[in-house]
């Protein structure tokens, strides 16, 4: 299985500054026809999951543009450019590149 | 609008078989490229994907639960049943349906994902 680990578990923030969370693969998420199958989910309290982010860097629809996906091959972030209170959820990323699918530990955000 | 609900036992007790089913709208799964999903959630822990059946009722498992897994559907493919076996309470988890397109282009979760809202369910004696 493909193992995602995520940096830093807890992430205290401050209201309008940026922050930025950490995901490395144990492998190379590039699929054979060279996409790379990388998202990042947020989850509220009591919510399912929601998907904020897919192949690395494009934002779901209704996606506040201060959400950024970046990196390549194994390493990857999320920043989100000026948290604010809404942000305050538990974010996990997931490859679906190889079967079984797998999602990185999660990092809890916290104002 | 998809939409996709869980539904079965919310306790059962350790060495039972689990069986849910879920319900879904708004998409047929014999649309290729379409396939149904289980994730479960333990309390305060990260999701982890199960299983999923697609359109043609191929499927994938779990490598490290393929021996307790079932996954079908109905023969008008309105309802997806996971079944479970020999449940323990390290089970204990929220367990999701989700809704795939493998052919969106936009990974296995499609164009926009769809989830169920999840059924908590306990093993305990």
């Known amino acids: 299985d493909i193992v995602l680990t995520q940096s830093p578990l807890s992430l205290p923030v401050t209201l309008g500054q940026p922050a930025s969370i950490s995901c490395r693969s144990s492998q190379s998420l590039v699929d054979r026809d060279g996409n790379t199958y990388f998202n990042w989910f947020q989850q509220r309290p009591g919510r399912s999951p929601r998907r904020l982010i897919f192949?690395?860097?494009n934002r779901d629809s209704g996606v506040p543009d201060r959400f950024i996906g970046s990196g390549s091959g194994t390493a990857f972030t999320l920043t989100i450019s000026g948290v604010e209170a809404d942000d305050v959820a538990v974010y996990y990323c997931?490859?679906?590149?190889?079967?079984?699918?797998?999602f990185g530990q999660g990092t809890k955000l916290e104002i | 609008q998809i939409t996709l609900k869980e539904s079965g036992r919310t306790l059962v007790k350790p060495t039972e078989t689990l069986t849910l089913t879920c319900t879904f709208s708004g998409f047929s799964l014999s649309t290729p490229g379409r396939a149904v999903g289980w994730i479960r959630q333990p309390p305060g822990k990260a999701p982890e994907w199960l299983t999923f059946?697609?359109?043609?009722?191929?499927?994938r498992y779990s490598p490290s639960l393929r021996s307790r897994l079932t996954i079908s559907t109905d023969t008008a493919k309105s309802h997806v049943v996971l079944t479970m076996t020999n449940m323990a309470p390290v089970d204990t988890a929220r367990y999701y349906c989700v809704h795939l397109d493998f052919w969106s282009g936009h990974g296995p979760l499609g164009a926009s994902d769809f989830w169920g809202q999840g059924l908590l369910v306990t093993v305990s004696s």
């Open positions: 059946i697609f359109w043609n009722n191929d499927n």
């Open positions: 997931m490859q679906g590149t190889s079967w079984p699918f797998t």
């Open positions: 192949k690395v860097f």
